[in-house]
Structure formats: structure tokens, C-alpha cells
């Protein structure tokens, strides 16, 4: 597995200007869970033209099929037509999971719906909303989840609360 | 890429409930582990929530960096081998 490095990879994404938001365990970072995660989960719109920038935006990072056992490269050139639902990804810059769907929120247009515009140094990311998140951790139920459920539970509560 | 509100970390901040309002969020249904007060339950679960003070601290930004300087260390520490003259 090489090493991750995520603001590269979201600044290729951004830069192709690819239709997507940060979802997953990179998202609950940004609200600020201390977890740390090893791919970046986004979710995508799965239309030929935003699928033609994710191609763009992939060009150079070496993409393979990751669950494949012969990790088979990703075909560039015919992702638009592919039918592909989900993408998960190994690249040169890190695991980069591309979902059309996200389990407890619903397709991509509830994605957006349910995101927020973050100012990064990376620039103006979409990030799904705090309890977006939550929905799709308690839906998703795997035991990291559960841990991920708590987290962003009490960085809730404690958004709620007032200063202590 | 998208219009930015003014600041986005101020949508996330749901205003303070009125005077003798106790239970601002009340509890979803399903006995989910958010239910009752999820501050308790999540230090019952046994997570340290003084880091999620500590990131709670920082601008998203810095909280990507720290998480990805985390990550480095994790790379570094898995492609580590036994020294045999580190003497343990």
C-alpha cells in the first residue's frame, strides 16, 4: 500500500473539477473526529461528463481496481461508458473510494443535498453534513462505525452545548 | 468549484436553545447509543473525548493535517524493522 497523501488527491479532484463530496471517515475528520482513516471515501456523480473529469483528474495516479485479485487498472479512456456504481481505488497518492451511493443517505443528489461547503487550504471542498454522517455510520453498523457513531455523537453534543 | 459561505464552520454551530430548554437535542427513536447523552455514553464506550477537545480546537484545515501527519507516522512505523542493536 503506498503512502496516502489525501490533499493531493482532493486537490486533483478539485483542480478536474469533479463533482464530489467528502463522505466517510475523512469527512468526520474535518468535523473533528480524532479517528484516523486509511482511503478517502467520496461520494460522486456518476454521469458520463463528471465521470470524463474524474478520468482527467486520475491521469498520472496510477489507478487500479483494488478488490480485484489481479488489481486491474482502471481504464481511463472508457469510464464514461464503464456502468461502474462504485470505484475503489488504489492509487499512487492513496485508496480512493468513489461511491454513487451512500448507505443511510441515499444517492449522490441526497449527498449534495445533505453536504456543506468547507474553505480548506485545498479550496472550497463539499463536506457531508455532521449528521449525514452519523446517519450513514449507524446505518453502515460495522464495529469501526460504532466507534465513529460515539465520536461524532458527542462532537454534536458538544457543538450544542454551550461553553463550559 | 462552488460559492463559499462567509464561514462555514458557523453553519455547523446550531444556535443555543431558549432559557429552560434542558434537552436541546431530543433523543431519536430506535435506542440508538446517541440517545440519552451521547457525551457520557461516548466516554462509556471508552474513547477519550479530550482529543475531540483537541480537535475541536482546530480549523478544519489543521485538523486534516494533523489527521494526515498521523497517517504519515503510520506509514512510518509499519515499514519499520526490528533493530537488533537497539539492546530490547
Known sequence: MPDSDFPSLLRVLAQAQVQFVLIGGYAAVVHGSPMVTHDLDVGCDFGPENLRRLAHALLGTEPIHRMTPKRVPLDLENLPSAGFKNLYLSTKLGQLDCLSELTGVGPFSAMWNESLSFSTELGVVRVLTLDALIKSKQALDRPRDREAVHFLSAIRAKRSRPSE | ?88
Open chain 2, 1 to 88: 468549484m462552488h460559492p463559499i459561505p462567509p464561514d462555514p464552520e458557523s453553519s455547523l454551530r446550531p444556535t443555543r436553545p431558549p432559557a429552560g430548554v434542558s434537552n436541546p437535542d431530543p433523543a431519536p427513536p430506535g435506542g440508538d447509543p446517541t440517545a440519552s447523552d451521547p457525551i457520557a455514553e461516548a466516554i462509556a464506550y471508552g474513547l477519550d473525548l479530550s482529543l475531540v477537545d483537541e480537535c475541536l480546537r482546530l480549523t478544519p484545515s489543521e485538523r486534516m493535517r494533523r489527521h494526515d501527519q498521523a497517517l504519515r507516522l503510520y506509514g512510518l512505523l509499519r515499514r519499520a524493522k526490528p533493530d537488533p542493536n537497539a539492546g530490547f
